[in-house]
């Protein structure tokens, strides 16, 4: 699997790790899997993006759309945070764009951030900054 995911309930975090050619139904497959187990309500977020090697025919109509589809299973009762970890230029725009669709998006409770290290990103979460 091109993303694969760890769930550490002690810290209430999915740390998620993406590696390879990824497209945009790794990205959706990804999100309905992880986000509709009822234990990771509430949760923060962190995908770790610095081994993927090319993100294939991203598009602005699916980044939207995974945008939205992400905000529609959010939980509304609590407000988290998805960081995202990306050293490419590329994959470091492509969630820049992810971002700011989530931020205009009224029903998203989860506030998205792009970073270039996990440290920075682990930081902004709130976290240890090590990945297990």
Same mark, same amino acid.
């Given at each position: 699997?091109?993303?694969?995911?760890?769930?550490?309930?002690?810290?209430?975090?999915v740390?998620a $790790? +993406?590696?390879?050619? %990824?497209?945009?139904?790794?990205?959706?497959?990804?999100?309905?899997?992880v986000?509709?187990?009822?234990?990771?309500?509430?949760?923060?977020? %962190?995908?770790?993006?610095?081994?993927? #090697? #090319?993100? %294939? $025919?991203?598009?602005?109509?699916?980044? $939207?759309?995974? +945008?939205?589809?992400?905000?529609d299973?959010?939980?509304?009762?609590?407000?988290?945070?998805?960081?995202?970890?990306?050293?490419?230029?590329?994959?470091?725009?492509?969630?820049? %764009?992810?971002?700011?669709?989530?931020?205009?998006?009224?029903?998203?409770?989860?506030?998205?951030?792009?970073?270039?290290?996990?440290? #920075?990103?682990?930081?902004?979460?709130?976290?240890? $900054?090590?990945?297990?």
């Amino acid at each position: 699997m091109p993303i694969e995911y760890h769930i550490d309930h002690g810290r209430r975090l999915v740390l998620a $790790s +993406a590696s390879g050619k %990824l497209t945009a139904e790794d990205f959706f497959n990804y999100q309905r899997n992880v986000w509709s187990l009822p234990e990771v309500r509430g949760f923060n977020e %962190l995908v770790d993006m610095s081994k993927v #090697e #090319e993100i %294939l $025919s991203p598009t602005y109509e699916r980044i $939207s759309e995974l +945008a939205k589809l992400s905000a529609d299973m959010d939980d509304r009762t609590i407000a988290t945070k998805f960081a995202i970890v990306a050293s490419d230029t590329f994959a470091y725009g492509i969630g820049q %764009l992810y971002e700011a669709f989530r931020n205009v998006n009224p029903l998203s409770t989860k506030k998205v951030g792009v970073f270039r290290n996990i440290q #920075e990103a682990m930081d902004w979460i709130g976290q240890a $900054s090590h990945m297990r």
